[in-house]
């Protein structure tokens, strides 16, 4: 296999590890809240930039210096990313969103001369009073709407899942590069590509999901709860699997 081979190879193995069942759940827990297209994608968007940041950032140590993971903190990281699970699923079943921190549309004073806004004036038949649109000079209209439909809180979330998915499984991938590729320059464009890889995925799914929840919510307009409840419950249950699994089955919390 050539060398450009191997790394389209990496980008499509990250598309690939975005559809993992623990990223899927995670990341529908946290998309099932949203009614908007734009904002699904952009909660995507940051599991998959905390995610890629971590795996590109604990693999390259791990290339790099050749450092060893300890079994027990694999482990640990798995364990991890199922309490994280639990916790998503209890949120959502529980109908709380620890408040979206997110901004609400506002009006405030201003100076017409300000060059942070810039509007058309529109004059009344009465030449006093009139009314007139602005926008904040630097902020990208879509990016500012999303993410304040999305609100603060939601965004750091979704990042914060992603680091944690990455911490996880930042080993087995910086060791199948260090495998694959001799080279540790190259194996460091590949980590990057397959963690862009693994955003891409992340972005289709999660629009897909909410495509998918938004003919659900035309068709049954009463199903938003059943939604958020059902993603809640079904991230539970894998939690505890996987808790199950790191921490008893494979003896990191208790060994028979």
Same mark, same amino acid.
């Given at each position: 296999?050539?060398?450009?081979?191997?790394?389209?190879?990496?980008?499509?193995?990250?598309?690939?590890?975005a559809t993992d069942p623990d990223h899927v759940v995670a990341v529908s827990?946290?998309?099932?809240?949203?009614?908007?297209?734009?904002?699904?994608?952009?909660?995507?968007?940051?599991?998959?930039?905390?995610?890629?940041?971590t795996i590109f950032l604990a693999g390259a140590v791990i290339i790099l210096?050749?450092?060893?993971?300890? %079994?027990? !903190?694999? =482990? /640990?990281?798995?364990? &991890?990313? +199922?309490?994280? $699970?639990?916790? *998503?699923? #209890?949120?959502?079943?529980?109908?709380?969103?620890?408040?979206?921190?997110?901004?609400?549309?506002?009006?405030?004073?201003?100076?017409?001369?300000?060059?942070?806004?810039?509007?058309?004036?529109?004059?009344?038949?009465?030449?006093?009073?009139?009314?007139?649109?602005?926008?904040?000079?630097?902020?990208?209209?879509?990016?500012?709407?999303?993410?304040?439909?999305?609100?603060?809180?939601?965004?750091?979330?979704?990042?914060?899942?992603?680091?944690?998915?990455?911490?996880?499984?930042?080993?087995?991938? %910086?060791? !199948?590069? =260090? /495998?694959?590729?001799? &080279?540790? +320059?190259?194996? $460091?464009?590949? *980590?990057? #590509?397959?963690?862009?890889?693994?955003?891409?995925?992340?972005?289709?799914?999660?629009?897909?999901?909410?495509?998918?929840?938004?003919?659900?919510?035309?068709?049954?307009?009463?199903?938003?709860?059943?939604?958020?409840?059902?993603?809640?419950?079904?991230?539970?249950?894998?939690?505890?699997?996987?808790?199950?699994?790191?921490?008893?089955?494979?003896?990191?919390?208790?060994?028979?």
């Open positions: 296999m050539s060398l450009l081979s191997l790394l389209g190879f990496g980008f499509l193995l990250g598309m690939r590890h827990t946290i998309v099932a809240r949203h009614k908007s297209l734009g904002t699904a994608w952009l909660l995507g968007a940051f599991w998959g930039l905390g995610h890629t940041a210096f050749k450092v060893s993971i300890p %079994a027990r !903190l694999e =482990l /640990a990281l798995e364990l &991890g990313v +199922g309490l994280v $699970l639990v916790l *998503l699923g #209890l949120l959502n079943m529980a109908g709380h969103s620890l408040g979206s921190l997110g901004l609400k549309a506002h009006s405030h004073p201003h100076d017409h001369a300000d060059p942070e806004h810039r509007h058309q004036l529109l004059e009344a038949p009465d030449g006093k009073s009139h009314s007139h649109a602005h926008v904040h000079a630097l902020e990208p209209g879509w990016l500012k709407r999303h993410a304040r439909r999305a609100g603060s809180w939601q965004l750091l979330r979704s990042a914060g899942v992603g680091l944690v998915h990455g911490l996880a499984g930042s080993a087995a991938v %910086a060791l !199948l590069a =260090l /495998a694959a590729i001799p &080279g540790p +320059g190259t194996g $460091l464009l590949y *980590l990057f #590509l397959f963690g862009l890889g693994t955003l891409a995925g992340m972005l289709i799914l999660s629009a897909m999901m909410e495509l998918c929840m938004l003919a659900l919510l035309r068709w049954w307009r009463t199903a938003e709860r059943l939604l958020v409840f059902g993603t809640g419950l079904l991230s539970f249950i894998l939690g505890l699997l996987i808790v199950y699994q790191q921490g008893f089955a494979k003896g990191l919390l208790w060994r028979p």
